[in-house]
């Protein structure tokens, strides 16, 4: 059965950091390009990273320098490190892949960030 589950969200102060962790199964994840999404509250869903099979990475301006997207074929997961962290980054987050597989999107976690 091919899945992905995302954990690591939570609330948390601006500035602050977060690590999201996302686990795939039933796919081979090594030659799948990875990405994380969000949505927000009355927003289209966005896409802030991306990483390649083969580690080229791609980051939204909203969020590059600030967010780091990494992975482990071993484990299969692909993780997003985020760092100061904005009101505005509020939202759920998502991990799919950008091919060759079409997954159905997995629930999400949501990041909360506020005073």
């Known amino acids: 059965q091919v899945q992905l589950v995302e954990s690591g969200g939570g609330l948390v102060q601006p500035g602050g950091s977060l690590r999201l962790s996302c686990t795939a199964s039933?796919?081979?994840?090594?030659?799948?390009?990875m990405g994380w999404y969000r949505k927000a509250p009355g927003k289209g869903r966005e896409l802030v990273a991306r990483?390649?099979?083969?580690?080229?990475?791609n980051y939204a301006d909203s969020v590059k320098g600030r967010f780091t997207i990494s992975r482990d074929n071993e484990k299969n997961t692909v993780d997003l490190q985020m760092n100061m962290l904005k009101p505005e980054d509020t939202a759920v987050y998502y991990c799919?892949?950008?091919?060759?597989?079409?997954?159905?999107w997995g629930q999400g976690t949501q990041v909360t960030v506020s005073t």
């Open positions: 990483l390649s099979r083969g580690g080229a990475t």
């Open positions: 039933g796919i081979i994840f090594s030659i799948e390009d």
């Open positions: 799919n892949s950008l091919g060759p597989s079409n997954i159905e």
